[in-house]
């Protein structure tokens, strides 16, 4: 292993993609560290940082045999980077949501601060979202927090798009009176 250590990233890439875990091993204890710290410049949260780059090296061990670059570091950086921004817009799009979902509901923002956190709204959706039909959850959560077209919902999941848009309208209707309940005019 120590061999594999001080081995240039060609020679690692090389041995990854024959299936070397001993390579993998060593490129991970070589970046890992660097690449959340470079994660960490786009998302404050260290354990998302985390999550995203081992959700990166998991990747990188799967597709193992197609990765075909010039520079490991610059790759590793680039979709560390691209993760990243994924997540922030993955967590815009939630917010958005939200922020609209309470304002349906007649809640408005400036009552929010006053009664609960960003993470207590987050948990209280996503606990109401367990308690639902895990297809209608599975359609609600591609179309409003993925941003994924009811078309193309429906051809994912080999329904039609009006059983898509019924699905969501339920869990939407679901939710707005779930929240009505912890939130009172």
Same mark, same amino acid.
């Given at each position: 292993?120590n061999? +594999?250590?001080?081995?240039?990233?060609?020679?690692?890439?090389?041995?990854?993609?024959?299936g070397?875990?001993?390579?993998?091993?060593?490129?991970?204890?070589?970046?890992?560290?660097?690449?959340? +710290?470079?994660?960490?410049?786009?998302?404050?949260?260290?354990?998302?940082c985390?999550d995203?780059?081992?959700?990166?090296?998991?990747k990188? *061990?799967?597709q193992?045999?197609?990765?075909?670059?010039?520079? +490991?570091k610059?790759?590793? &950086?680039s979709?560390?980077r691209?993760?990243?921004l994924?997540a922030?817009?993955?967590?815009?799009?939630?917010?958005?949501?939200? !922020?609209?979902? &309470?304002d349906?509901?007649g809640?408005?923002?400036?009552?929010?601060?006053?009664?609960?956190?960003?993470?207590? &709204?987050?948990?209280?959706?996503?606990? !109401?979202?367990?308690?639902?039909d895990a297809?209608?959850?599975? !359609?609600?959560?591609?179309?409003? *927090?993925?941003?994924?077209?009811?078309?193309d919902i429906?051809?994912?999941?080999?329904?039609?798009?009006?059983?898509?848009?019924?699905?969501?309208?339920?869990?939407?209707?679901q939710?707005?009176?779930? &929240?009505?309940?912890?939130?009172?005019?």
């Amino acid at each position: 292993m120590n061999e +594999l250590n001080s081995s240039s990233d060609e020679f690692l890439l090389k041995r990854l993609r024959e299936g070397d875990s001993r390579a993998f091993t060593a490129i991970f204890s070589k970046y890992y560290r660097s690449l959340v +710290l470079y994660c960490n410049s786009f998302v404050s949260d260290r354990t998302e940082c985390e999550d995203i780059v081992m959700n990166l090296f998991v990747k990188i *061990w799967e597709q193992r045999e197609s990765i075909d670059v010039k520079s +490991l570091k610059s790759f590793l &950086l680039s979709c560390v980077r691209h993760d990243c921004l994924d997540a922030i817009k993955h967590r815009k799009i939630k917010e958005t949501y939200a !922020a609209a979902l &309470l304002d349906s509901a007649g809640i408005k923002s400036a009552a929010l601060d006053n009664y609960i956190l960003y993470d207590e &709204l987050e948990k209280l959706i996503n606990d !109401a979202l367990d308690s639902l039909d895990a297809k209608s959850v599975a !359609a609600f959560k591609m179309s409003r *927090w993925e941003g994924i077209k009811y078309d193309d919902i429906a051809q994912q999941m080999n329904v039609s798009r009006r059983t898509i848009e019924v699905r969501v309208t339920n869990v939407v209707r679901q939710l707005r009176e779930i &929240l009505k309940k912890h939130f009172p005019k």
